[in-house]
C-alpha cells in the first residue's frame, strides 16, 4: 500500500497516536469506523495472547462495519517498542504479519528487517522520532513515514519547535511526514499539513473521550488542567516526557522544591508512570469536555472544513 492510496481511506488526514493504558479497542474502532486511524500499543495487551485477541476483536468488528454499512473503515495500527528490554516483540511482530496489520508505529529503535515484515504483505510503517539523526536512522531502515514528535506533545515528546522540525525533515526526506504536538481542532490538523506534513497526530484530545481506557480521575484532570499544569521531566519513566503535575502531586512529590532525590520516591511508594502519574501534553488547554469519539471526529472534520474554506477565500482575495 502506497501513502497516497492510506491517505484515500481516510476522511481526515488524522491518526489516533497509541497511547500505553489508553488506547484500546473500543477507542481504535470508534475511530476507524469514523474514517480517522485508530492505534494502540501491543503491550496494551498483558501478554501475546491478550494482543491477539485485541486483534481478533478489532479486525472482526471492522469487517462487520464494512458489510453492514458498505463504508470502507479507516485502517487501523498497532504500536512495537523496538527496543532489547521487550521481550515481546518477535511474537507481536508475527501476529502483526498474520493479521496483516495495515500501520505499524515503531518507537525506540528502527530495524530493517522489521520493516521488510511488515511490507512483504503491503502494511506501512511510522516511526517516531524527535531529532534529525533519529529520522535519518529509520529512513535508512526504510521506514514509510516520520512521526515528527515536537514541543507540547504527550508521552516521550522533544523540544523543537514543529514548524522547524518539519521544515528540517524536508530538506533530507519527501516520505510522509506525521506531525506530533497540542493537535486538537480541525483547523490545527489543516496547520500541520500547510507546514508541510501529511498527516496530524493527535493523543492528548483522545485521553478525554469516552471510548478511552483512562479512568474517569485522569479525564477530567486532561479537562482540567491547563499548559501550566505539564512538566517535562525524566523523573518519572527515566525518559524525558510530560506528564500532568497534579498527577506527580498526588504520588508525594514536592514539585516547589523538585529536587531529583524526591522523584526518587515514586519508587518508595505505590505509584507507577503511565499508570497513577498521568501523561498529557499542552493541548489539554484545548480541551473542556469528554465526549464519543464519534462527536469529536465530527466536531473535527467540520472545523477542518470550515479552515479550508476561510484559507481558500482568503487566497481569493490576495492581491500580489
Known amino acids: 500500500m502506497t501513502i497516497s492510496e492510506f491517505k484515500s481511506k481516510l476522511s481526515l488526514p488524522a491518526i489516533v497516536s497509541p497511547m500505553f493504558l489508553v488506547s484500546g479497542t473500543e477507542l481504535v474502532i470508534e475511530a476507524c469506523k469514523n474514517g480517522v486511524v485508530g492505534t494502540f500499543p501491543a503491550l496494551n495487551g498483558r501478554t501475546s495472547d491478550d494482543f491477539e485477541n485485541m486483534l481478533k476483536e478489532i479486525t472482526s468488528a471492522l469487517a462487520k462495519f464494512k458489510e453492514e454499512t458498505g463504508k470502507e473503515p479507516a485502517p487501523f495500527g498497532v504500536n512495537l517498542i523496538v527496543n532489547k528490554t521487550n521481550p515481546r516483540l518477535m511474537p507481536d511482530l508475527q501476529l502483526c504479519v498474520k493479521y496483516q496489520v495495515p500501520l505499524v508505529i515503531t518507537s525506540l529503535g528502527a530495524v530493517s528487517d522489521l520493516v521488510d515484515a511488515i511490507h512483504s504483505y503491503g502494511g506501512l510503517v511510522f516511526h517516531d522520532v524527535i531529532k534529525k539523526r533519529h529520522a535519518e536512522k529509520a529512513i535508512e531502515a526504510g521506514v514509510d513515514g516520520i512521526i515528527a514528535v515536537s514541543a507540547g506533545a504527550g508521552g516521550h515528546a522533544g523540544l ?144 477542518y472544513k470550515a479552515a479550508l474554506e476561510n484559507h481558500t477565500e482568503k487566497l481569493k482575495n490576495l492581491k500580489f
Open 160 to 303: 523543537a519547535n514543529p514548524f522547524a522540525l518539519v521544515e528540517e525533515f524536508r530538506t533530507f526526506w519527501d516520505g510522509a511526514i506525521i506531525l506530533a504536538g497540542s493537535i486538537n481542532s480541525g483547523e490545527s490538523i489543516l496547520a500541520a499539513e500547510t507546514v508541510g506534513a501529511d498527516f496530524a497526530y493527535m493523543g492528548t484530545r483522545f485521553i478525554a473521550t469516552q471510548e478511552s481506557m483512562a479512568g474517569g480521575d485522569y479525564k477530567q484532570m486532561v479537562v482540567d488542567t491547563s499548559i501550566d499544569d505539564v512538566i517535562y521531566t525524566d523523573g518519572v519513566s527515566g525518559v524525558n516526557a510530560n506528564f500532568l503535575k497534579p498527577s506527580i502531586e498526588k504520588a508525594g512529590i514536592d514539585l516547589s522544591v523538585k529536587k531529583e532525590e524526591d522523584f526518587s520516591k515514586l519508587n518508595a511508594s505505590n505509584s507507577k508512570a503511565w499508570k497513577d502519574i498521568w501523561s498529557a501534553g499542552h493541548g489539554v488547554a484545548g480541551i473542556h469536555n469528554v465526549p464519543k469519539t464519534a462527536e469529536l471526529i465530527d466536531e473535527l472534520k467540520a472545523s
